[in-house]
């Protein structure tokens, strides 16, 4: 059974970066869309941005474009997300999960979920 698991939350000041990773145990990405989502406490889990891992395809919230990345590492066999300039209203647990379609945005179009990394950013 695939396990995706996030790593590289923290605490960061508001204008500052962080990189998160997911990777995935019990096989490698391949024809898969790998998706960033969050969820701050009293709000719904929201789609940030997510890449299409065999073609590199992206897409992203408007909340975060021209801010944040997504990327995928060959090597490292990682999907991670690269978040710049950061805002206090993006402090939430970051959730990366993996589907089978392309573009995806909804949250129902992923099967599986990572149990997801705090991010914190203070004014």
């Known amino acids: 059974q695939v396990q995706l698991v996030e790593s590289g939350g923290g605490l960061v000041q508001a204008g500052g970066s962080l990189r998160l990773s997911c990777t995935a145990s019990g096989r490698t990405f391949s024809s898969d869309t790998i998706g960033w989502f969050r969820q701050a406490p009293g709000k719904e889990r929201e789609f940030v941005g997510a890449i299409r891992w065999s073609f590199g395809f992206t897409r992203y919230a408007d909340s975060v474009k021209g801010r944040f990345t997504v990327s995928r590492d060959n090597a490292k066999l990682t999907v991670d997300l690269q978040m710049n300039s950061l805002k206090p209203e993006d402090s939430a647990v970051y959730y990366c999960?993996?589907?089978?379609?392309?573009?995806?945005?909804?949250?129902?179009?992923?099967?599986?979920w990572g149990q997801g990394t705090q991010v914190t950013v203070s004014s």
């Open positions: 999960a993996m589907g089978s379609v392309w573009p995806a945005g909804d949250y129902d179009q992923y099967k599986t």
